[in-house]
C-alpha cells in the first residue's frame, strides 16, 4: 500500500500478491516441517554424536543492505539475520532466512524506510580447504518493503509493499572454535516498491551479512 504525503492518495495490493504470499507461506510450512525435527532430534541424548544424518546450525549476525528506490536513488539499511541451515551431504544443504535491516530516514524524507524478507532454497558448497568452505545459494520468499518517494521539497509517497522476492549469492563460512563458525556471505536481493506514480517497480538491492554460527550436531562435512 502506497499513500501520498500530501492529498492522501493510495494504492491498493493487487490480487496476485495475495495469491503469492499464500504459496511462499505453504513453501516455509514445508521447510519448517523438514527443519523442526531435526532440531529436535538433537536434544535426544538417545543418539550418539558420531551418528550418520544431516548436519544442522542456526545463525544470527549484522546485515547491511543498500537498497534501490526506483527513480529517486539508494538507500543504506542496517539490521539483523537470522537464519536455520541443514546440510544432507559435504556439498548440498537447504537454508531458511529472516533479514531485517533498518533507515530511519529515507532520502531525505523524515520517513523511516526498512526491508523485512523471508526467503529460503538450496546452497551449494564447491570447494573446502582445511577449516573454510566456499558456498553459493539461490533463495526465494517474500519481501516486505516499506519506505517513502520524494516528489518535491515538501511533497512524498510513503507505504509499504509485500511481494515475491528472491536472493542470489554466495560467500565463505569458517571454523573458529568448538561447534562455532563465521559466516561471511554477500547477495543480489530483488524486492519491489512504488515510483513516483505510484506503479510497482523492481528494486535491485545489495545484501552484506557476517554472522555467528552455532553448529547443532557434532558430524562435520570436511572443514564444516
Known amino acids: 500500500m502506497a499513500t501520498r504525503y500530501r492529498g492522501f492518495q493510495s494504492v491498493s495490493l493487487p490480487e496476485r500478491t495475495r495469491k503469492t504470499m499464500r504459496v511462499i507461506e505453504k513453501v516455509f510450512f514445508f521447510l519448517l516441517v523438514l527443519v523442526l525435527p531435526a532440531l529436535a532430534q538433537n536434544f535426544d541424548t538417545g543418539v550418539p554424536p558420531a551418528a550418520r544424518g544431516p548436519v544442522y546450525d542456526v545463525s544470527a549476525g549484522y546485515s547491511y543492505v543498500t537498497m534501490s528506490i526506483p527513480n529517486a ?3 543504506n ?18 537454508t531458511i532466512d529472516s533479514n531485517y535491516a533498518r533507515n530511519s530516514n529515507v532520502l531525505g524524507t523524515g520517513h523511516q524506510g526498512y526491508v523485512l524478507s ?17 558456498f553459493v545459494h539461490g533463495l526465494a520468499g517474500a519481501g516486505l518493503v516499506d519506505g517513502a518517494v ?12 509485500i511481494r515475491f522476492s528472491y536472493a542470489l549469492g554466495g560467500g565463505f563460512e569458517r571454523s573458529i572454535m568448538g561447534p562455532f563458525a563465521v559466516r561471511v556471505s554477500g547477495d543480489y536481493l530483488r524486492t519491489a516498491f512504488f515510483n513516483s506514480v505510484a506503479a510497482v517497480q523492481p528494486q535491485n538491492n545489495l545484501r552484506l551479512t557476517v554472522s555467528l554460527v552455532l ?3 557434532n558430524r562435520q562435512f570436511g572443514g564444516r
Request: proline share 6%; aromatic share 16%; charged share 15%.
Open 73 to 75: 536513488g539508494r538507500v
Open 215 to 217: 553448529r547443532l550436531n
Open 150 to 161: 520524494p516528489l518535491s521539497v515538501t511533497d512524498y509517497f510513503h507505504g509499504y509493499q
Open 118 to 134: 523471508f526467503l529460503g532454497g538450496p546452497v551449494f558448497y564447491p570447494l573446502e580447504y582445511r577449516n573454510t568452505a566456499v
Open 77 to 94: 539499511l542496517n539490521g539483523v539475520d537470522v537464519s536455520g541451515h541443514v546440510g544432507f551431504n559435504r556439498h548440498w544443504g537447504a
